[in-house]
């Protein structure tokens, strides 16, 4: 099976400021396109018109953090399947063995590099296609 | 002395009798030989009186013959000589005059008699011729008759002095008789005596002889017994020690001069408070001569033993007096109790330990029924001591854990002898507490074991504070890096001119001001690694791991750092099976610490060198450098928090201080050393030891691992 490109991104993350860096590394870099939102809420709003490739969540969130909105996007057809990867500043012991069991790609820590972010999360996805392969055979 | 003296009383007794015997032998031998001579004259004295009597009796017959037959001539001449007999008869008394026998009167009386009755016989022979020549001359009858008459009458008189010397014979006779029969008694009780004396010196003699065989068979025994006593005196354990009753040491046998370390002729004559504590002297004379006791000092605990070097022991010691030759003597048993004092201050402090612990303490049986808890026990759980005891522990249980938890628990018990962990228990009043809870077996000589004994301690208030310290980590974790996210990533995205061209000075400060938020996102890093690692709220996950290969990573990790640096990371050739139990990450997270340290205190074009090498018991992982070295005046502050030696030097300031006292947490909860050393200008070698995993340390781990409770954040101790 080739691998399917990645263009679409949903980021859900609750301060504006990384929201606006990341969304400017993300398209002026990586040329991908962004959906950034505030809120649980309002990513639901939008996921069924842009249906993303990727998820990209912050885990510390007000109301609905990124597990609980990673499980509701779960259930919504257009992004039952889509790949996430988590964004955190929560790095306590176990943290990222636990996230990888609700089934995300990777954890990416909080401060990263907005320089290298297109490329780390681009390598994540290849890096997820071919295991996806590998086990497909 | 005093059995001398005795003797010899004794001696002077037997000495005086046996003399006075003799001299009362020889008296009496004395007397017999006496009374023998006496007896011997006497019967001289007797046969010569007897002489003296046919003599005698013919003196008054010449008067009465002639009387009869004139016949004057005659008779005068029988006369003459029987007077010549008796005169030789009596003189052959005169022999015996000195006699001892009273004879003067007899002398006296037999002389007068005699005289008178010769004077008597010889006038009757003169009137008898008278007579003859009357009737010659025819003259008348009656002058024939007067004349007659005359010799008739001196006849009767004569015939009386002749009586008189008879009776006096006679008196004789009976007197010698009685002497003699007097000196036969007196001779046969002589020799009674004598028999009975002879028959007192044979009896004596048996006597003797059968008492000398009896001392000489009793004085053997004394020996043997004496020898007896000797061995034993000198070979009992324990110290005897006689003192006189002016409190000086009399003897000191071979355990005593162990004990006290005196030979015992430099002890012996010097007072016996030589050898006891000081402050203890005047309470021992006190009590050594009350009259009451016999015995003293039964109460071990009151005296200290005094050596010669004046070291002290605990002694017991009891004391009895007794008499020998009837002089008192103070005899001391003592024995050294310093092992048994300090067996029992031991228990003590150890049963003040047990009383006195915050810690509960609850000791099983091996069939794990409850046989003693402390104090801390009841303070924890609410049980007492009488409510515990005979239950099982499972009275604690309160449900929060599953039985594989339990069994597990049993197994690592039962295999390792012990486990610890953390265990939530119910309490007497229903609430749940969490304890960490330490089980350990106790065992007998053959291995069996005896005894469970659990330690606990109530850590409500310690998780509590742990988790407010948690919540405070990831609050400061997450609140600081959330804005640093926004300032890093704004400077990133500026100076990667993704917002535009900058000038070249901008493009200075920008660069400026991201390098100094990168250092800050590493401090706050740092710092939140210290205080998990100190709080050993990180967990570390044991496993064996290859020091080579894991130094290996290290420089394949941190190659590229060191380029920037124009410095060379090299191993040197290393031992293969080096292994080591560790937390993979954190040995790594040490070695790229000590490495970056290394790269960026050397020269440019420099190698740093890192190797493992083989000590006694341990790996030593050494990373060496020829920087400049570490300054004198800086060394002890190596490991001290964000000490940096080139503080004032920020050419390369991208270091946050901490490094080495993370390497030195990590290190230490690994149960290993960490360590340096530094030749100014040469070498600077930095290093760290770790213990050669054992086996047997391998399986106690996986035991552990496989003991633990579900809970992940399961410390490892030590």
């Known amino acids: 099976m080739p691998e399917p490109t990645l263009n679409r991104i949903l980021y859900v993350e609750d301060d504006a400021d990384i929201r606006t860096i990341v969304t400017m590394s993300l398209e002026k870099l990586g040329k991908f396109r962004v959906a950034a939102c505030d809120s649980c809420a309002e990513a639901l709003a939008l996921v069924d018109d842009f249906r993303p490739d990727l998820l990209l969540l912050d885990v510390m969130m007000p109301d609905v953090d990124g597990p609980a909105t990673l499980q509701v996007l779960r259930e919504r057809v257009s992004t039952a399947s889509a790949p996430a990867i988590f964004v955190t500043a929560k790095v306590q012991t176990g943290d990222i063995e636990r996230y990888r069991k609700l089934g995300v790609l990777d954890v990416i820590i909080k401060p990263f590099d907005p320089m290298v972010l297109p490329g780390q999360i681009e390598r994540i996805w290849q890096q997820h296609w071919s295991g996806a392969n590998d086990y497909g055979g | ?718």
């Open chain 2, 1 to 718: 002395m005093n059995i001398r003296k005795r003797h010899s009383i004794e001696y002077l007794a037997a000495w005086l009798l046996i003399l006075a015997f003799s001299v009362w032998t020889v008296n009496l031998l004395l007397n017999i030989q006496d009374d023998w001579a006496q007896s011997n004259e006497i019967t001289r004295i007797d046969q010569a009186v007897h002489r003296l009597v046919n003599p005698w009796r013919n003196l008054n017959r010449p008067g009465n013959d002639v009387l009869e037959n004139y016949e004057v001539d005659g008779q005068s001449r029988a006369l003459e000589r029987y007077l010549a007999e008796y005169s030789e008869a009596r003189a052959g008394l005169e022999a015996h005059r000195a006699t001892k026998m009273p004879m003067a009167d007899f002398y006296d009386g037999m002389d007068e008699a005699a005289a008178m009755a010769a004077a008597l016989a010889s006038r009757v022979l003169q009137l008898a011729a008278e007579r003859e020549a009357l009737r010659l001359s025819g003259a008348g009858s009656d002058s024939i008759r007067r004349v007659e008459t005359e010799a008739a009458t001196t006849m009767a008189r004569m015939d009386q002095a002749f009586q008189v010397g008879l009776d006096l014979i006679v008196g004789m006779d009976e007197r010698l008789d009685q002497r003699l029969l007097d000196l036969d008694a007196s001779r046969r009780a002589g020799i009674g005596s004598l028999y009975v004396i002879v028959l007192v010196a044979l009896l004596s003699s048996v006597l003797s002889l059968v008492l000398l065989r009896r001392t000489v068979t009793q004085g053997e025994a004394l020996r043997a017994g004496a020898e007896r006593i000797n061995a034993i005196v000198n070979n009992v354990v324990d110290a005897i020690i006689t003192v006189d009753d002016a409190g000086k040491v009399e003897s000191f046998n071979r355990t005593a001069e162990r004990m006290f370390g005196y030979d015992a002729d430099r002890i012996v004559g010097r007072p016996f408070t030589d050898l006891i504590d000081a402050d203890r002297g005047e309470r021992y004379n006190e009590e050594r001569f009350q009259p009451e006791s016999t015995a003293f000092g039964l109460d071990e605990s009151e005296y200290l033993g005094r050596r010669r070097d004046g070291s002290n022991f605990y002694m017991e010691l009891a004391a009895t007096w007794i008499k020998v030759d009837g002089r008192p003597l103070l005899v001391h048993i003592v024995r050294d109790v310093t092992e048994r004092k300090q067996a029992e201050e031991r228990l003590r402090l150890a049963a003040s330990v047990f009383e006195n612990t915050t810690e509960g303490i609850l000791i099983t049986d091996s069939d794990g029924i409850i046989q003693s808890t402390n104090p801390a026990f009841t303070a924890i759980t609410g049980f007492t001591a009488d409510e515990a005891l005979g239950e099982n522990p499972r009275i604690l249980q309160s449900g929060m854990q599953s039985a594989d938890f339990y069994e597990a628990m049993w197994e690592s018990v039962t295999q390792t002898g012990h486990w610890q962990g953390e265990v939530n228990n119910r309490r007497k009043n229903g609430e749940i507490y969490p304890q960490w809870l330490n089980i350990n077996t106790i065992k007998d000589a053959r291995g069996k074991v005896t005894n469970y004994v659990g330690v606990t301690f109530d850590i409500s208030e310690l998780k509590a504070s742990e988790r407010i310290k948690d919540e405070f980590i990831a609050t400061v974790s997450h609140e600081l890096r959330t804005p640093l996210t926004s300032i890093h990533g704004s400077l990133s995205l500026l100076g990667g001119e993704v917002a535009g061209d900058l000038s070249e000075e901008s493009a200075k400060l920008v660069r400026i001001a991201q390098e100094n938020s990168q250092r800050l996102v590493r401090l706050i890093d740092d710092i939140l690694s210290v205080a998990k690692i100190e709080s050993e709220k990180m967990p570390f996950h044991l496993q064996p791991v290859a020091l080579e290969e894991l130094i290996a990573r290290a420089i394949e990790a941190n190659q590229d750092f060191a380029k920037q640096y124009g410095v060379r990371l090299q191993a040197e050739a290393g031992v293969h099976e080096a292994r080591v139990l560790a937390d993979k990450d954190r040995l790594m997270q040490v070695l790229t610490n000590l490495m970056s340290n290394a790269v960026k205190h050397s020269p440019r074009g420099g190698v740093v060198r890192i190797g493992v090498q083989r000590q006694a018991g341990y790996w030593r992982v050494c990373v060496v450098d020829n920087g400049p070295g570490i300054p004198e005046s800086f060394r002890d502050n190596v490991f001290s928090k964000f000490a940096q030696a080139d503080g004032t030097d920020r050419r390369r300031g991208s270091g946050t201080g901490l490094g080495l006292s993370i390497c030195q947490a990590i290190i230490d909860r690994l149960g290993g050393r960490i360590g340096f050393e530094s030749e100014s200008g040469i070498r600077t070698s930095f290093h760290f030891d770790l213990p050669v995993m054992q086996r047997q340390g391998m399986s106690n781990v996986t035991a552990t691992q496989s003991s633990e409770p579900l809970d992940s954040t399961m410390r490892v101790e030590r």
